[in-house]
């Protein structure tokens, strides 16, 4: 049972983990053309830009299904 735990905690944390290294380049990319551009848009911070990144995630995510019959 224990095993069971540690791999989901050890998941979990890869997971998050991962999701913070890609939000990086989104606050980068925010912070160095976007505040530049656009009058009234502000820096963000490395949470902000994780936010941006899971919600963008969750809004534009492809649901495909594999129906195929043989």
């Known amino acids: 049972m224990s095993k069971i735990i540690v791999a989901i905690v ?3 944390s ?3 983990l ?3 290294l890609l939000s990086w380049p989104v606050m980068m990319l925010w ?3 976007l505040v ?3 009058d009234g848009v502000h820096e963000i ?3 902000q830009a994780w ?3 899971t919600l963008f995630g969750l809004l534009f995510r492809s649901y ?3 129906n195929s019959k043989d």
Request: aromatic share 12%.
């Open 10 to 12: 050890t998941f979990t």
């Open 14 to 16: 890869i997971v998050l």
């Open 18 to 20: 991962l999701s913070f």
């Open 31 to 33: 912070n160095g053309c």
């Open 36 to 38: 530049d551009a656009v």
């Open 45 to 47: 911070t490395w949470l």
């Open 51 to 53: 936010g941006i990144s």
């Open 64 to 66: 495909t299904s594999n």
